[in-house]
């Protein structure tokens, strides 16, 4: 598989992450090339910055078209659908979200989800993103809570380390006081720093976004190189 990886906004911190943790996820004989938004917003995190983030992708993925590069999946590095069905008419290839991703893997673990993300606006954005992705993937399950923090507090700016400790302590109370069956933990920015075992008294799986999304675009490449 040849995965191109978009970033929708123009954080190159971001795309080293995405980089960094999906190359290690990578087989032997895959390929990956992740590109960062030209123009746009450092950061996506409301609808007015998502509709940005959306054109941006589009933007750029016609960028790498026509340039003759050859890829034969594509990876929307965002925790949101901006607009991937578009992405795939362009590219005329599968594409898929992090969001999409971890969705789909998620419904083969349980039907209770929860979110750990960063930014408190993800509260209120990701239930409806969530209950569409669930009608057009016509999967079983639903999202039960979302629980955030903040990556500019001062306890954890700049710590990978004090980061996935909240991550891990959050994920932690949506398993046992949500009673989440899965929990995800979800952004491009948050990519390796997911708990890898079990969490909470019921030792629930925990997800991490970035990785769901290379898994499914592995799916997807080879069901689409099928016979």
């Not at 209120?124 to 809570?145: C, N, W, Y």
């Amino acid at each position: 598989m040849r995965l191109l990886v978009l970033n929708p906004n123009t954080s190159e911190a971001v795309s080293a992450r995405l980089r960094s943790v999906l190359s290690a996820g990578l087989a032997q004989g895959e390929q990956l090339r992740v590109e960062t938004a030209a123009s746009g917003l450092p950061y996506i995190g409301d609808a007015a910055a998502m509709a940005v983030g959306a054109r941006a992708a589009n933007a750029r993925l016609r960028d790498v078209m026509a340039d003759g590069d050859l890829f034969d999946a594509v990876l929307l590095g965002c925790f949101a659908d901006l607009d991937t069905t578009g992405l795939q008419a362009v590219a005329g290839r599968p594409a898929v979200s992090l969001l999409g991703a971890s969705v789909r893997l998620a419904a083969r673990a349980g039907q209770r989800w929860a979110v750990v993300t960063a930014g408190a606006g993800w509260r209120r954005l990701l239930p409806d993103m969530f209950a569409t992705t669930v009608s057009e993937q016509a999967v079983p399950g639903a999202l039960v809570s979302v629980r955030t923090f903040e990556t500019q507090d001062p306890a954890i700016a700049g710590d990978p380390v004090r980061m996935q400790a909240e991550i891990t302590g959050l994920a932690q109370l949506c398993a046992d006081e949500d009673y989440a069956d899965v929990v995800i933990v979800g952004g491009a920015g948050l990519g390796g720093l997911a708990p890898t075992a079990p969490v909470g008294r019921n030792r629930i799986t925990v997800l991490d976004s970035v990785m769901c999304g290379l898994h499914i675009a592995r799916e997807l490449t080879n069901l689409g190189s099928q016979p």
